[in-house]
Nanobody
Framework: QAQLVESGGGLVQAGGSLRLSCAAS????????LAWFRQAPGKEREFVAAISWSGGSILHAPSVKGRFTISRDNAKNTVYLQMNSLKPEDTAVYYC??????????????????WGQGTQVTVSS
């Protein structure tokens, strides 16, 4: 069983930055795609970004492109989300997810097999 543990959330003013981390454990992550999703109160879960095992395939949602950057360190089994120029509408619980079945970089949350517990990001105006 894989375990994913997010960290790095918090309260930040609009225009500020945060870096989220997600540490993966419990199985091999060779070939596994990792992603970030978010869910704001009263809204559906939303895709943020995803990255392949090699890092050669990366996808960012249009709403965060140019502001957020996903990356990974395979030696540490960790995926990161660098968030710059944060806006109040970025306020949400951010979740890390792993696609161990196909290893594909997709925005569809049904493709992901394992999920973390989430970390809260709050952006004040």
């Amino acid at each position: 069983q894989a375990q994913l543990v997010e960290s790095g959330g918090g309260l930040v003013q609009a225009g500020g930055s945060l870096r989220l981390s997600c540490a993966a454990s419990g199985r091999t992550f060779v070939g596994v795609a990792l992603a970030w999703f978010r869910q704001a109160p009263g809204k559906e879960r939303e895709f943020v970004a995803a990255i392949s095992w090699s890092g050669g395939s990366i996808l960012h949602a249009p709403s965060v492109k140019g502001r957020f950057t996903i990356s990974r360190d395979n030696a540490k089994n960790t995926v990161y989300l660098q968030m710059n120029s944060l806006k109040p509408e970025d306020t949400a619980v951010y979740y890390c997810a792993a696609d161990v079945t196909w290893g594909t970089v997709v925005a569809d949350d049904s493709a992901y097999d394992y999920w973390g517990q989430g970390t809260q990001v709050t952006v004040s105006s």
